[in-house]
């Protein structure tokens, strides 16, 4: 018998024109805004991949000079572009694309593509994941809103009932057919988007696969959890009028209106720092020390002091090794403590506010499967964290090797200008390479959105289960 429910209300679906003309449109959306976005993400991959090289060899073919002044003269180190972000474009647009790297200080990083956009940069651009959070739900409430009212309002219902079928099977009859038609539109974006995972993109990040399986599994859940509450919300209505009512205000209210709420709610009870107060701090903290009470005239006068009596000598002449060198290092790894400790509390405060943002996903779907979306997409926040973390990691391990040579090679007595190194301390240093976060930690950081999917969906169905014997009796 539940078989045969779910033939008809396919068949019934088939022939809707809703479902024929709002679901061939979705699919041409979807299949043009994957095609043209996995363009996009390959040529932007390799002008960068090509930008990488090129900064690289001019690091390499920089000349004779003195290994500080390479460290001034630097690197640049570009972020890849995530693969799946074709999918979701996410925070992408506007967590910038390159930083340079140099003695003694950190750089942001700039040149995001919303700085050369215009003002509808905000709208969004049409990606598969602006369709499939938003368009495909609203298909869902359009082919659901009469799915249980009609009938109600023809007759057929009790007429259903009459005739043996219980309430719970029709209801998971109309919840399965409808989620299979919703597939149905689904499937060829999936199919696509996998077969455009090519060699380049393994090469880029080896656990896109995982991630594209687990991204895809997330939209399921969200699509199956819209047509759940979707069929609920309309076999509980008097009528179609007051179902449609309904199910545009959640929607209005879950895609529209909670986001940039929750959003504005999350900055207003964790503020973060101005951009100009953020850098003042830093500039004090360098300058008078961490607690105030340090001041970097002290403390190079104390590493002065614990180094002259080290190698036992009474001035810095008669050290066997180049003090400058002692000293720059001394300097770049206090400086690295004052970074560190307030790109630490910065971040601490953004991690608060996605944690507020993850915390909603229990009050709203949408929010969650935003969540998840970006996060295996390779598009949130906390990859761009990522990859400021192994450029600074790397820039850090780079200036500090210019200092060391500069502290063992340049001999005491010999002019700064005087000591120069060339191509083959250049090349020591090994290209900028960054890694992917695993599909493994990209879930571990994400649990709270993967629960509140799963929370979503069992509790609609248990309140299924338990509300659908009493759908006859409206």
């Known amino acids: ?49 090509k930008a990488q090289a090129s900064m690289y060899d001019k690091w390499v073919n920089q000349g004779e000079k003195h290994p500080h002044s390479a460290a001034h003269y630097g690197q ?52 598969a994941a602006l369709i499939l959070q938003i368009l495909l739900p609203l298909l869902i409430i359009f082919l659901t809103f009469n799915i249980f009212s009609k009938e109600r309002e023809e007759g057929t219902l009790k007429l259903l009932h009459a005739q043996g079928i219980s309430m719970r099977s029709l209801f998971m009859g109309k919840v399965l057919s409808t989620y299979l038609m919703i597939l149905l ?28 399986i687990l991204l895809s599994i997330s939209y399921s859940v969200y699509f199956l959890v819209f047509v759940i509450l979707c069929v609920v919300v309309s076999a509980f209505s008097k009528n179609s ?38 850098k003042s701090t830093i500039e004090e903290k360098v300058k008078n020390g961490i607690d105030g009470h340090n001041p970097s005239d002290t403390r190079l006068a104390s590493l002065k002091e614990q180094v002259l009596g080290q190698y036992g ?29 307030e790109f630490s509390r910065v971040e601490d405060i953004f991690k608060l506010q996605n944690r507020f943002s993850e915390w909603t996903g229990f009050i709203n779907p949408f929010i969650a499967v935003r969540n998840l979306s970006m996060a295996f997409a390779g ?72 629960t509140a999917l799963i929370f979503w969906l069992v509790g609609l169905v248990v309140i299924s289960i338990i509300k659908a014997p009493k759908i006859s009796q409206l």
């Open 379 to 450: 598009t949130d926040f906390q990859h761009h964290v990522a990859f400021a973390r192994a450029a600074e990691n790397y820039r850090r391990g780079f200036v500090k090797k210019m200092n060391k040579d500069m502290e063992l090679n340049h001999k005491p007595g010999v002019a700064y200008g005087d000591y120069n190194v060339g191509n083959e301390m250049w090349s020591s240093v090994e290209p900028f390479k960054y890694q992917m976060p695993s599909p493994g930690h990209i879930a571990s950081t994400n649990w709270r959105s993967i």
């Open 1 to 49: 018998m539940q078989r045969l429910l779910v033939k008809k209300e396919i068949l019934c679906s088939l022939r809707d024109i809703r479902l024929q003309v709002s679901g061939g449109i979705l699919i041409v959306l979807m299949l043009t805004a994957i095609l043209v976005g996995k363009e996009g993400q390959r040529q932007i991959q390799l002008e960068r991949e």
């Open 185 to 212: 539109i689904y499937l060829p974006m999936i199919f696509l988007a996998y077969f455009l995972l090519n060699e380049q993109s393994s090469q880029l990040d080896g656990g896109v696969a995982t991630k594209f």
């Open 76 to 127: 640049f180190a570009f972020k890849p572009k995530p693969v799946l972000s074709f999918l979701d474009i996410g925070l992408d647009n506007y967590t910038g694309i390159s930083v340079f790297l140099e003695a003694h200080k950190q750089n942001e990083i700039l040149f995001s593509a919303a700085q050369d956009s215009n003002v509808m940069t905000r709208f969004g651009e049409m990606t």
């Open 313 to 341: 000598v009474e001035t810095i002449e008669e050290l066997p090794v180049n003090w400058s060198g002692i000293a720059m290092q001394a300097g770049e790894e206090y400086t690295d403590q004052v970074y560190d400790s």
């Open 241 to 278: 009028g007051t179902s449609l009512i309904s199910l545009l205000g959640v929607w209005i209210l879950s895609c529209i209106i909670l986001p940039k709420a929750t959003a504005n709610l999350a900055d207003k009870v964790y503020p973060t720092p101005s951009q100009f107060e953020f």
